[in-house]
């Protein structure tokens, strides 16, 4: 796959339609807090498309999007359902037919390992306590159930998002339901929350399910770890690889040097089954990049640069593009910035260019990779095929990167 994914924080893009906002309304160019609204929808991804195609995007992948009273919408009411203040069902498909005219897939979060406790499985459970056909969807402790000062369930983290118990076969046909149904809408693929969190045989129920409608439906579950493993035991395509993130960051930032860097990412070099992994540099819930590289515009161009040439899928964070600044989160999920005057220009015409060059040179997705030198201050590897080589210097002395091509 040589497409390179754009993730999208919905409530903070663009907003498309100011007739279905959440209230209350933050202004767009104030920063977020935890709970606030900023009118972003399925309208205003539709409506930017174009700049999505201009700058050369190949996947977007949307954070949830199911109705859920939260802005990030990890505490899903509805899973069959699109959150009223994104817009409807007939605004998603037709972001989706737009999307597929532009020849871009699309990829939603499926937040399986958790529901809100708005759901109305829970709430149901909560009004009947045992006497709830649903009482056994969760891992509840005692009746009456609890949210504060200290749940009487299982939890994800959190009062508000109560953990499934994945081996009750209701819970597994229900969520089988949900992905048949947006499945056969017709999205090109899932990014599963928290999917280490649950045993593989779930996972192989849900899979098998989406494949039987699209046979090249793509699979990515979130994990915070080294992936090898993890895609060994689990049924997906690829995962959020945050180990490459956490490692560039250190050798940019001369926390470590080129050699134990190339040490930490050796997997990526070995092991072709994480090749489909995604390349993170940034996500909703990560300090933004530019940050992280203490405002370097030349080191955020080494970044990509690396996430672009060894192997994996590149992911740009939106927003990472134009140099969008952020702290912790919620402060790493500020409204996309349209005004061009304010964009870091030489990121944005950067990733351009590596998004053009991997297009082009099918050795940055599929070739092999070979390490030519390891000094000090810096490292070369050669990505190749039989009919093509690129060779890619990265200089931290003098803080830039070099790209070489040739014909075989």
């Known amino acids: 796959m040589k497409s390179t994914i754009y993730q999208i924080f919905p409530d903070r893009f663009y907003n498309g339609n100011p007739f279905n906002d959440p209230q209350p309304l933050r202004k767009w160019k104030q920063k977020p807090s935890r709970g606030s609204f900023f009118g972003g929808d399925l309208s205003g991804i539709t409506k930017k498309l174009n700049y999505l195609k201009h700058l050369g995007i190949g996947a977007i992948y949307l954070t949830p999007i199911f109705e859920a009273p939260s802005t990030h919408k990890y505490d899903t009411k509805d899973y069959l359902k699109i959150d009223s203040g994104f817009g409807t069902l007939e605004e998603f498909k037709r972001l989706l037919k737009r999307a597929h005219k532009f020849d871009i897939k699309v990829i939603l979060d499926g937040v399986f390992n958790h529901t809100g406790d708005h759901f109305w ?10 006497k709830s056909r649903y009482w056994d969807w969760y891992n509840i402790y005692n009746y009456p159930i609890k949210r504060k000062p200290k749940p009487n369930y299982e939890h994800a983290g959190i009062y508000y998002i109560p953990k499934l118990k994945h081996d009750n076969p209701e819970v597994i046909a229900h969520f089988v339901k949900v992905v048949q149904y947006w499945t056969k809408i017709g999205i090109d693929g899932w990014r599963f929350d928290m999917s ?4 593989p045989d779930f996972w192989k129920k849900i899979t098998q399910a989406a494949l039987a409608i699209n046979k090249d439906i793509i699979f990515i579950g979130e994990y915070w770890e080294e992936p090898s493993e993890f895609l060994k035991k689990y049924p997906f395509h690829g995962a959020t690889d945050y180990i490459f993130r956490k490692a560039t960051l250190q050798l940019l930032n001369k926390k470590i040097e080129p050699k134990e860097y190339l040490n930490v990412i050796q997997y990526k070099i070995e092991d072709r089954n994480t090749w489909y992994c995604w390349n993170m540099l940034g996500s909703h819930d990560t300090q933004r990049l530019l940050g992280q590289l203490h405002g370097s515009v030349e080191r955020a161009k080494m970044a990509f640069t690396l996430q672009f040439t060894i192997p994996g899928l590149p992911l740009i964070y939106y927003g990472d593009e134009i140099g969008l600044f952020g702290g912790k989160d919620p402060d790493c999920r500020r409204p996309f910035d349209w005004n061009k005057k304010h964009w870091k220009k030489e990121i944005f015409e950067h990733i351009r260019e590596l998004i053009k060059l991997r297009k082009e ?48």
């Open 121 to 130: 499985a829970f709430e149901d459970a909560r009004k009947n306590g045992k």
């Open 196 to 199: 280490w969190c649950i045993g």
């Open 361 to 408: 040179r099918s050795a940055l997705s599929i070739g092999d990779i070979k390490i030519l030198e390891i000094e000090k201050d810096g490292f070369s590897f050669e990505r190749f095929t039989t009919s093509e080589s690129i060779e890619i210097e990265i200089d931290l002395k003098l803080q830039k990167a070099i790209i070489r091509k040739s014909q075989l």
